[in-house]
């Protein structure tokens, strides 16, 4: 939608906001436009950041989880392989 606006589009927006806020208010506007840009990315880059630190620390439980896991069966097969084995008679 915004891609169809030319050089003129632009001049004729800068224009009506000229007349409407003032040659005193625009630096101003412009000002508070940039912080909040600011604002937003930072915010965006720090969801983004906490979600990646989430999915470390799930992949880390699921690697410990694994260990244990494995572990566990490792030492139940060797206590089955105790119990298999039997003093000659």
Aim: net charge negative; glycine share 8%; hydrophobic share 30%.
């Amino acid at each position: 939608m915004l891609g169809n606006i030319g050089i003129t589009g632009i001049i004729l927006i800068l224009l009506i906001a000229l007349l409407l806020f003032g040659p005193n208010k625009l630096p101003e506007l412009g000002k508070a436009f940039g912080k909040t840009l600011r604002e937003f990315k930072k915010g965006t880059q720090d969801i983004m950041s906490e979600n990646e630190e989430d999915e470390k620390r799930e992949r880390k439980h699921l690697d410990q989880s694994e260990v244990v896991t494995s572990n566990s069966s490792t030492e139940k097969k060797e206590d089955d392989n105790h119990r298999d084995r039997r003093l000659p008679e």
